[in-house]
């Protein structure tokens, strides 16, 4: 079901450690609300899949574990805001920004826009890496699931994600340790941000982040209608 917004186009962030559930979270958001999803993951990974000038950089990055440079980063975020924004279309970022130094690249972005909301899909390490490395994604669609040889949703094989190695979990987790919380104290500054428990399963995670956009959504609409009739009574 597709939900109608009824306003302009929306930008929602959903930010939190890998193995929290961000994937399949924004794909949800991005059907039942009509949004771009936009995987940074995804387009670093489709870059070296389709051998661009970037492809050997990133891939050394992502084998690694390791954040991908901001200038590659904010760059192909940057060509894919533009082209949705163009469409009237709102976005869901999966996995942008991680740092504050991206969330500020966004916000420039962005403008005159800016974020509507953060959703922080909080769950604990032990959760995630369990998560991750029972990860097994479909080569044919691409969606993630737990270790299985053949897709649920599709029926495609399944394989390991190449990042998904002990050394480079581990580096991916210390780096979410370093910038995690400063890029949440810098969203609480600019945004709203609302957490969410991400330890249960994807359909009752999936409708408390679809609760809380709604949520915010609707009250951004009686700000917006309040702000509206007070410019009207005062001229
Ligand atoms: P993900 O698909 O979100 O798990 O991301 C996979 C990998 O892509 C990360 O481990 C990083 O190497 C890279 N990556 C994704 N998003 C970013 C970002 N915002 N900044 C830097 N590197 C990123």
């Not at 009752?204 to 609409?221: K, M, P, S, W």
Request: aromatic content about 2%; glycine content about 8%; overall charge negative.
């Amino acid at each position: 079901m597709v939900r109608n917004l009824q306003r302009d186009a929306v930008r929602i962030l959903v930010v939190g450690r890998q193995g929290s559930g961000k994937g399949e979270q924004c794909r949800r958001l991005a059907e039942t609300f009509d949004l771009d999803h936009i995987s940074t993951g995804d387009l670093l990974r489709a870059a070296v899949r389709d051998f661009t000038p970037l492809g050997p950089s990133v891939a050394d990055h992502l084998l690694r574990g390791e954040l991908v440079p901001d200038d590659i980063v904010s760059g192909v975020v940057a060509e894919r805001l533009t082209a949705s924004t163009a469409r009237g279309q709102g976005a869901v970022l999966d996995g942008y920004p991680r740092t504050v130094k991206q969330g500020q690249r966004l916000r420039e972005l962005l403008a005159p826009a800016d974020i509507d909301l953060a959703i922080h899909l909080d769950v604990p390490r032990s959760t995630a890496v369990e998560r991750i490395q029972n990860r097994r994604v479909c080569r044919s669609c691409g969606r993630a699931g737990r270790s299985t040889t053949t897709c649920r949703h599709c029926g495609g094989p399944t394989e390991h994600r190449a990042d998904d190695w002990p050394a480079a979990i581990g580096r991916r987790m210390s780096e979410h340790a370093r910038d995690s919380a400063p890029l949440l104290e810098w969203l609480a500054d600019v945004a709203r941000v609302v957490t969410i428990d991400g330890r249960d399963e994807p359909d009752a995670v999936g409708g408390r982040i679809a609760d809380a956009v709604q949520d915010h959504l609707a009250l951004v609409e009686v700000v917006t209608e309040r702000s509206d009739e007070t410019v009207l009574a005062d001229w």
